[in-house]
C-alpha cells in the first residue's frame, strides 16, 4: 500500500447555511487511512451537516473536499458512493420486505447472462462471505424486517464493504444498541480498521469515543473547537470543549417547592408499552431516559391522546380523565412539545403569531372570526416573554432557527393555558445558548405551578435538570432515580435491561 | 404590518408581487385584448351576460372546492353530483312537486352527496382522489337510472328564477348567487377561525391533529359544503338550460379543477386563495369564450386551455424554485 497511514479524506474550511442558522462555520477535518474519528459535539453542533455534506445530501455553501488527495466536488449522494463515502445514518434504510442478500445488493444485484437475470446462487454466496468476513452469524436468505435493530446496522455495514468503502461514517451508531450490541459492533470496527478503511464515528456518548476512536473532533455551534488525540485527553476537557462552558452555566438548576400531584398514571397499556405507572407533581421536571426504541415516544404520544390507550388510568388533578384525542389532552391542559418539530410541532409555512395561537384558535375573537389586533396581542406577548427572536410577527416560522422554532412550540401551549408540559428531546438540534433558555423557561414554567415531563437521550442534560428519572426499557419503567441518586451509569445499565 | 399571505411568503425579501397580483394583471389584459380583437360581439351584454351566467356555477363551485383543496383533500365528483342534480330536480318537478321543496331536496340530495364524499376521504381514509373519482361515477350512474338516459324537461318558476331570474331587473340572479359565495369563502379562509384551521390544517394535518384541531371534522364539513355547492351549481346549470339531463356537468372537474389550479392553489394543500380562484376561473372563461366567438375549432380550443394551464402551473413551480434558492 502506497499511501499507508495516509490522508484519506481532506475537508477544508467547509462552511453551511441554513434559513436563520450557521450550521458549519468554517470546519476542517483530516481523515487518515485506516483510522477512527471520532466526531463529538451535542446535539445542534454540526456533526449531521458535516456528515450530509461529505454523503451528498447537502451542497456546501463554500470550502473544499479532496479524497485521497483529488479535489471532489460531491454534488449527489451517487458521486460520494462513487468516491468510496459510505454513510450509515440513524435511521437505517433498510429495505424490510427483502432478504439480506438483497440488501446488500440493492441496487447492484449480481447477475447471469444471457438475459442479466439476478443470479442468486453468487448473491447469497458473496453476501456470505461478507458476512465472514465481519465474524457475524447472519443467513443471507434472513428477510431484514424479521432482524433486530443491531442486526440491521450489520447488513448496512456489510452493504456498505461490499461496495469497496474506502471511508466509512457511521451517525450515532449505537443510539438504539445495548451494551452487548455495541461491543459486538465495535469488534466489526476494529476489523474494518485492519482492513485499511478509515471510520468517521459520529457519538456524543463520550465512554464510547474513549473506547473506540484514535482521534476526535469536537465540534460547538457548528465550529470546529478541538482536535485531541484520544489517548491525550480525558472526560472533563472533552466535556468542556463540547459545552463551551461551565456545567453548573451550562445547565442552571433551581431548586422549586414540589407540590401535590397532578397527574397519575397508573398501569398503562398501548402499543409499544406496558404496564407503566408514575405520578408527577406541581412544580417538578420529571425526567424520562431510555434507548432508541424503548417506548418512551409512545407513552408520551398515548398520554397526548395521539396514541389508542388499550388499559390503564389517566387521573389528572385527582380526576380520571378520558384522553382520546389530542384535542382532549389540550381541554385537559396537557402540552406536548413533540421529537421533531417541524413535522409534528409547527406548520412551518405559517407565520409565528399563527403558530403561536394554533392550539387555541378558538379564543381568538368571539364568535367566527378571527380578531388580528386580539391575535397580535396575544402572539407579540408570548415572543416578549420567551425572547423569541424574528422579525415579524408574520415571519415564516420556517425560516427562524431550531431553538426559536422550539420556543414557539413551546409558546404555543402556554398559549392554550397548558398545566402539564410533555416534551420530547426538547434540546433537539438547537444551540447551546437556545438550550440554556429553553431549560430556564421549564424551570419558569414549574416556579408558576406546571408540572414537566422531559424525554430525553442527553445523559448530562437530564441528569442536571430533571428532579426525578425514570428509565424506559422495551416498553416498560425498569428504575426510577432521585435527581442525587442517579448517575450516567446507572441509567445507561437500566435503559439496557 | 402588511398582512400575511398564507401562500406566498417569501422570508427575508422585499415583498415581490404575488401570483394572484399577476393573474389579475393577466386578466386585465386578456379582458382589454379580448375587448379589442373581438370587437364589437365580446364586449357587449349579449356575450358577457351568458359567459357570466356559465361562469357563475363554475365559480362557485371551485370557490368552495378551494376550501377542500387548501386542505390537501380533492372532490372529482363534483360533475357527477351536476349531473344527479339536474336529473333529480326534473324527475322531482315530473311528479308535481313545487319547485320550492325542490330546490331544497335537491341541495339536501348535494349535502348527502358531499357527507359521503366527506365520509369516505375522512372516516374510512381512502385517498380522496380515488374515492371521490368513484363516487363520481356513483352519482352519475345514479342520474341515468333516474332519467332513464334521457333530457327531462325543467320548467317551473322558481326553477327558472334561478338561472334565468333578475334582481333588480338587471342583474342576473347567478351572478349575485357567485358573489355572495366568492364573498363568503373570502371571509371564511381569510378573516374566520375556520379558515385558519383550512390553511393549518393543509401546511402540516399532523402538527394541526396535535395541536388539537379536529383535522377530520373540518375536511367533512367541507366536503359537505362542496357537495351543497356542487347541488346548487346543477340547479343553476338545469336552470339555464330548462332541462335535467344526466350528461350535465359531464368534464366539469377538470375544467373547474383547472381554474383552481391555475389561480394557485397547490394540489398537496395548504397553498391557495379564493381570489386567486376567481382569477384563475375567470381567465380560462375569458379564454374559451374568446376563442369561441372567434370561431376557433373547437379541438384547437381545448388544446389552448390544456397549453395555458400546464405553462401557468410550470411557472409556479419554477417561481417558487427559484425563490427557495434564494434563501
Redesign the interface.
Known sequence: MANNNGIVLKMDNITKTF?GVIALDDVSIELYKGEVLGILGENGAGKSTLIKILAGNYIKDSGSIFVDGQKFEIKNPSEAMASGIRVIYQELNSLNNLTVAENIFVGEQLVKSPFKIVDWKAMNKRAAEILNELNVDLDPNAIIGDLSISEKQVVEIAKAISKEAKILVMDEPTAALSEEETQSLFKIINTLKTKGVSIIYISHRLKEIFEITDRVVILRDGKKVGLRKTVETDANELVTLMVGRDIKEMYPKREVLIGETVLEVKNLNAEGFNDISFNLRKGEILGIFGLLGSGRTALVKAL?G?NKIHSGEIIINGKKANIK???I???EKIG?V?LDRK?????????V??NVT??N??D??KG???NKKLE?IKAGKWVKEMGIKT??????V??LSGGNQQKVVLA?WLE?GSKIIILNEPTRGIDVGAKIEIYKLMQNLCEEGSAVIMISSELPEILSIADRILVMSKGRITAQYSRTEATEEKLLQSACI | ??E?K?SS?E??KKAKISNTGILFIVLVVLFALFSYVGRPFFFSVLNLIPMLNNLSFIGIIAAVLTMVMVTGEIDFSIGGNIGLTACLAAFLLSKGLPGWLVVVIALFGGAVMGAFNGFLATVVGVNSMIATIGTMFIWRGIGYTLSNGESMLAINPVIDFIGRGFIFKVIPFPIVIFIIIFALTY?VMN????G??I??IG??P?????????VKKVKFINFLLCGITASLGGLILTSLSAVGMPQHGQGLELVIISGIVLGGTALGG??GQILGTLAGTLILSLLYNFLTIMNVYYYYIQIVQGAVLVLVVATYEIRQSRALKR?
Open positions: 434559513p397526548f395521539a384525542s389530542p384535542k389532552a389540550r381541554d406536548l413533540p413535522v409534528e410541532g409547527l406548520a412551518l409555512h405559517l407565520g403569531k399563527e394554533l392550539a384558535i378558538e381568538l375573537g367566527f372570526l378571527i397580535k422579525p415579524t410577527l408574520e415571519q415564516e420556517n425560516s404555543k392554550s | 404590518m402588511p400575511i398564507a411568503m422570508p427575508g371571509v378573516l374566520s377561525k375556520w385558519r384551521s390553511y393549518a401546511t402540516n399532523m402538527a394541526s391533529y396535535l395541536s388539537g384541531i379536529n395548504g397553498k434563501v
